[in-house]
């Protein structure tokens, strides 16, 4: 039988609504405190979850642990091909620790389950920095993560709900974002001796250019793919005229901006955008909430224009997200989430 996460106490009978999540984040999420003797240790190892102990046998506190701020992005999985299964037994299937893929210069890893309950499977990913000093390293014995005294490498946690394949992670701003973590997962799960397909897609919710445009404090980068289209280009004669005067099928348009971000009012950036509403391309756009965190505006041949979901919470924690974060997350996002393949936004997939 399975191992079972001690969570029901805390989380069985709560029903909040997201805006909530805080309050139990601060209830769960405390600094760590030294295990109450050999079974509390027993109890913690067989959750998974790795327990350093000082000389007498105790938890090491972590001394990194403090209130801050982490940024969850939202995915879902699902099979795909001729092999079915209930998801937490293709899961089970498809993990194997210590799996790794490469994607564009970083080394991804796949570390042991960290712990799981009937409903819930929460794991890691990362990369490690070869060019640094190796602060972080993948342990092949422990089939895990080990962090030295400074950060030469990125982790990413995440927890997978089983009952509809929802994912709840930590993203990382400017370095991990939501297509570089469903890319990673999806390539580790998708091994060559597994009979499983899986595909990993952002979770993403309806909203107008117009409106997010306006929303976010700058936008900070676009990459976008424009079509030519079929029968006209409406008023986008800058558009015309660079695709027309090049003759090709396609081209892409893509820039990062200055401190001050992008001059929405522009009539090449401005027709770019216009051209892929009109279902003549596709586009991705960041920008920078008023909270400083990361936003992602996609649109995609035949879908509407989205946003990319990310929740920000705080709670108590070191550089990675507390578990009982990610656990309380999917606790609190509805099923039925809309995905999106943000793999179509990648050049290489172009052709």
């Not at 099923?335 to 050049?347: F, I, N, S």
């Amino acid at each position: 039988m399975r191992p079972a996460l001690r969570w029901r106490r805390a989380f069985g009978p709560w029903r909040g609504r997201l805006e909530d999540v805080e309050k139990l984040v601060r209830r769960c999420s405390s600094t760590p405190r030294a295990a109450n003797g050999p079974q509390e240790r027993r109890d913690s190892a067989r959750l998974g979850v790795s327990q350093p102990v000082d000389a007498s046998g105790g938890r090491v506190t972590d001394s990194e642990a403090s209130e801050r701020d982490y940024q969850v992005g939202l995915a879902v999985a699902t099979l795909e091909g001729l092999f079915q299964a209930p998801l937490d037994e293709a899961l089970h299937r498809s993990w194997r620790p210590g799996a790794t893929v490469t994607r564009y210069g970083r080394r991804w890893t796949l570390a042991r389950i960290h712990s799981e309950s009937d409903s819930l499977i929460i794991g890691r990913i990362g990369f490690v920095n070869e060019n640094e000093i190796r602060t972080v390293f993948f342990d092949p014995d422990e089939q895990d993560f080990v962090r030295g005294v400074a950060p030469s490498g990125v982790i990413v946690p995440f927890a997978v709900r089983l009952g509809d394949g929802l994912i709840a992670f930590q993203l990382r701003p400017g370095v991990v974002r939501t297509s570089s973590f469903t890319g990673a997962l999806e390539a580790l799960l998708n091994d060559p001796t597994s009979e499983y397909l899986w595909n990993i897609k952002a979770a993403v919710q309806a909203e107008d250019w117009q409106v997010w445009s306006r929303r976010v404090s700058r936008i900070t980068a676009f990459k976008i793919r424009l079509d030519r289209p079929n029968p006209h280009y409406g008023d986008d004669d800058k558009i015309e005229s660079v695709i027309e005067g090049i003759r090709v099928e396609y081209m892409r348009l893509s820039g990062v901006a200055l401190d001050e971000g992008i001059n929405l009012d522009d009539d090449l950036f401005r027709q770019a955008v216009n051209h892929v509403l009109r279902n003549y391309g596709r586009a991705s756009i960041s920008g920078v909430e008023a909270d400083g965190s990361e936003s992602t505006w996609i649109k995609l041949r035949d879908m509407v224009a989205s946003v990319v979901r990310t929740i920000r919470i705080r709670a108590v924690g070191d550089r990675e997200v507390p578990d009982e974060v990610l656990a309380q997350v999917t606790q609190t996002v509805p099923g039925g989430q809309t995905a999106a393949d943000l793999h179509e936004l990648d050049p290489a997939n172009e052709g």
